[in-house]
Antibody, heavy 121, light 106 residues
């Protein structure tokens, strides 16, 4: 059974940093592209970042480019999201999600339960 | 970025057929996918690449379309289908979602 378990969320002040983690199990982690998706309270879904199987390629929307960094540790079956210069509009539940095995399979086949990040003074 | 437009809400009775639409601001080939999100839960993949049923999803769900116009159909609708349905495109580097269609079962 595919499992994705996020951690690291919490309350953080504007301008500060936070690092999210996602522990994956039930599949061969190194074979899959991985991603983060967020959802602001009572709002829709927003893609945040994608990383290739080896970690050599990363993709971001303009809203987080230069502030957020996605990374992975295939030996630990873990995905990370380093978030810097946080803004109030980054307040959301952050989901870890699994893509397919190539860049053309970038739908979100599995999702974690999410971790809430609140940016407020 | 590719903007995906969905109608905000629909209400249907159990046993009926419902079609949820998603229109893309530019062509996305067949790279449109559909998700179901129930209150308090994470989204769940229903359909990938326009018409492919995800693993474990009931055959009551189906998808169609290509280019800019796509449809998710539920037939017949059941009470448990109460949820918000999102479309998502992956044709372009910037992945985008529709704003969601909230489905109410009368």
């Amino acid at each position: 059974e595919v499992q994705l378990v996020e951690s690291g969320g919490g309350l953080v002040q504007p301008g500060r940093s936070l690092k999210l983690s996602c522990a994956a199990s039930g599949f061969t982690f190194s074979n899959y592209y991985m991603a983060w998706v967020r959802q602001a309270p009572k709002k829709g879904l927003e893609w945040v970042a994608t990383i290739s199987t080896s970690g050599s390629r990363t993709y971001y929307p303009d809203s987080v480019k230069g502030r957020f960094t996605i990374s992975r540790d295939n030996a630990k079956s873990s995905l990370y999201l380093q978030m810097n210069s946080l803004k109030s509009e980054d307040t959301a539940t952050y989901y870890c999600a699994r893509h397919g095995t190539t860049v053309v399979t970038r739908w979100f086949a599995y999702w974690g339960q999410g971790t809430l990040v609140t940016v407020s003074s | 970025d590719t903007v995906l437009t969905q109608s905000p809400a629909l209400a249907v009775s159990p046993g009926e057929r419902v079609s949820i639409s998603c229109r893309a601001s530019e062509g996305v080939n067949s790279y449109m996918h559909w998700y179901q999100q129930k209150p308090g839960q994470q989204p769940k993949l229903l359909i990938y690449k326009a018409s492919n049923l995800a693993s474990g999803v009931p055959a009551r769900f189906s998808g169609s379309g290509s280019g800019t116009d796509f449809t998710l159909t539920i037939d017949p609708v059941e009470a448990d289908d109460t949820a918000t349905y999102f479309c998502q495109q992956s044709w372009n580097d910037a992945l985008t979602f529709g704003s969601g269609t909230k489905l109410e079962i009368k």
